[in-house]
């Protein structure tokens, strides 16, 4: 398949991504696509090969074959940082915050800004602050003060940062990893706003979980893995929660849209 004939509204396409390690095959000829605006859900059992799809888009590892478009150009994706310099960003199951830090801190991580006074430089702490508490209430999340040491948060409210830092930096794709692993139920729906926020945003949302329910809530489709292979796409509309979960668990597309599929192939 040509690009020229894929979907233009894609802002991701990965077509034929194959990933070995050694002799072991991990993902075998995956297509997988992205629209600009869209939330996908990612799913599949351990093992499917979600996570590996995700960390050849975000550089963590190299492809064996296949090719990937971004933003409507062929894209090599060495290492994190050349996805972070597409506008790609992912908020990982361990979130990447440092406990003994400030929210302040922890938003600007790797990437603070500074201001010369002669040969030397300094945090520009004032920016950082502002920058990070008006960046997270663009995206409904609201913090007492800047300087509050992570390490007293909520899970909820530190998944809440690292969202939010994923967003204001991101600009164009954020990846969210397990994002309401172990939360309470008000934290999580907190979270599943965000991600709505996000899209409302402009961004595209890529979310892997086990959590059929919560997933099903914020996604506009679903994108099915199971042991290396795609098992198919489907849109909301076309699918419900229980025949999603089924799919997972089974490794098998129910009939009803097995025919579907063939009666569209045949327009």
């Not at 971004?70 to 506008?87: C, M, Q, T, W, Y």
């Not at 706003?193 to 945003?201: F, G, N, R, S, V």
Request: aromatic share 8%.
């Amino acid at each position: 398949m040509q690009y020229e004939q894929m979907n233009d509204n894609a802002l991701v396409d990965m077509i034929d991504i194959h990933k070995y390690f050694g002799s072991v095959q991990v993902l075998r000829g995956i297509n997988f696509h992205v629209d600009r605006g869209e939330i996908v859900g990612l799913l599949g059992d351990n093992g499917a090969g979600k996570s590996t799809l995700i960390k050849v888009l975000t550089g963590y590892h190299s492809l064996t074959r296949g090719q990937i478009y971004f933003d409507d150009e062929a894209v090599k994706i060495n290492s994190p940082h050349d996805a972070r310099e597409l506008g790609i960003e992912t908020v990982h199951q361990d979130l990447a915050l440092v406990p003994l830090m400030s929210i302040a801190r922890n938003f600007w991580l790797g990437q603070e800004p500074t201001y010369e006074i002669g040969p030397f430089k300094f945090l520009d702490k004032k920016m950082m602050a502002r920058e990070s508490i008006q960046a997270l209430a663009d995206v409904g999340i609201h913090v007492r003060d800047s300087e509050e040491t992570v390490g007293n948060m909520s899970g909820g409210e530190r998944q809440s940062i690292a969202i939010g830092r994923a967003v204001y930096f991101g600009k164009k794709l954020l990846i969210l990893d397990e994002p309401t692993s172990a939360l309470s139920v008000g934290e999580t729906q907190k979270v599943l706003d965000y991600t709505i926020a996000a899209k409302e945003k402009g961004m595209s949302v890529i979310f892997i979980t086990h959590n059929i329910r919560h997933v099903y809530e914020v996604a506009d489709r679903f994108t099915i893995i199971e042991r290396g292979h795609k098992l198919g796409d489907f849109y909301k509309s076309e699918v419900t929660e229980n025949e999603v979960a089924d799919m997972i668990v089974t490794g098998q597309i129910p009939e009803r849209l097995r025919l579907y599929e063939e009666e569209e192939g045949g327009d």
